[in-house]
């Protein structure tokens, strides 16, 4: 954090990598994929970024937010001496960005294992007007009613629940990068 103005520069490489490219594009459009290849060369405030793109600096503070807060980019906060006010230098920081994507997609992964597992696993009672379904336990215990609208339950066939779910896990695998 306390670097001189200019200890960006190391961040040379290019913002093309197709997933780096989806995770900005996801967070913040186009104009955040302009603003991330902006600081990609340099560090730039939020008045650098909107003159040079050319949009209204509200904008730019609320895309360098979403990125912010998904780890794509980070600041640097320098007192100005005469006005006494702080000036952010925004800078892009690529891999913490994939390693924090990374980290996301794990968690999600981890939670569709379990229901995977969960529906795998049990027997699901539903009733007629799609209310939640419920375990087996829980069903007997209402005398197999549906407790919202007393409808009566019957046996719910899951298999394309688990269908989705796989699919789903599947192509949370495939987007895992690097691991
Ligand atoms: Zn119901």
Redesign the pocket.
């Known amino acids: 954090m306390g670097k001189k103005r200019g200890g960006a520069k190391a961040q040379q490489k290019p913002l093309e990598d197709p997933v780096l490219r989806g995770i900005i594009m996801g967070i913040g459009g186009e104009r955040g994929y302009e603003i991330a290849k902006l600081l990609a060369k340099e560090e730039l405030t939020d008045d650098e970024l909107a003159k040079k793109i050319e949009i209204r600096v509200n904008l730019v503070r609320r895309i360098l937010y979403d990125l912010y807060e998904n780890r794509v980019v980070s600041y640097r906060r320098v007192r100005d001496e005469h006005s006494g006010w702080y000036i952010y230098y925004w800078r892009i920081d690529p891999e913490r960005a994939v390693g924090y994507f990374n980290e996301n997609k794990r968690l999600l992964l981890q939670k569709l294992e379990k229901r995977l597992e969960v529906e795998r696993s049990a027997m699901f009672f539903?009733?007629?007007?799609?209310?939640p379904k419920l375990p087996f336990e829980l069903a007997a215990e209402n005398d197999f009613k549906?407790p919202?609208?007393?409808?009566k339950l019957e046996p719910y066939d899951n298999s394309n629940v688990i269908k989705a779910l796989e699919r789903q896990i599947e192509s949370l695998r495939q987007q895992l990068v690097g691991s």
């Open positions: 539903g009733c007629q007007e799609g209310c549906c919202r609208c007393n409808g």
